[in-house]
């Protein structure tokens, strides 16, 4: 999954948050939901322009994030 196709960030949409292409969803607010026990149907009920393919980004855009060693891990 190229994750550039779906998500973007521009400095006059939510301040340059990453949000799913042609929206104001920010990725941040999809995983947000998710992390809340939402389910893949309930976004795209809940959000019609979301799309499935724009969950799988979201996804893929924290994945490669993780493998890059951007994400710290978490100590206890």
Known sequence: ???Q???????DILS????IKGTR???????ER?????SEAM???SYPQLKKEDI???????NEFAKDGLI????S
């Open 25 to 31: 969803l920010s990725v941040a607010f999809i995983l």
């Open 34 to 38: 998710l992390a809340d026990g939402w």
């Open 56 to 62: 799988q980004a979201v996804f893929a855009y924290l």
């Open 72 to 75: 710290a891990e978490l100590r």
């Open 16 to 19: 340059g948050k990453p949000v």
């Open 5 to 11: 196709e779906r998500i973007e960030s521009k400095k």
């Open 43 to 45: 976004l795209m009920e």
């Open 1 to 3: 999954m190229n994750w």
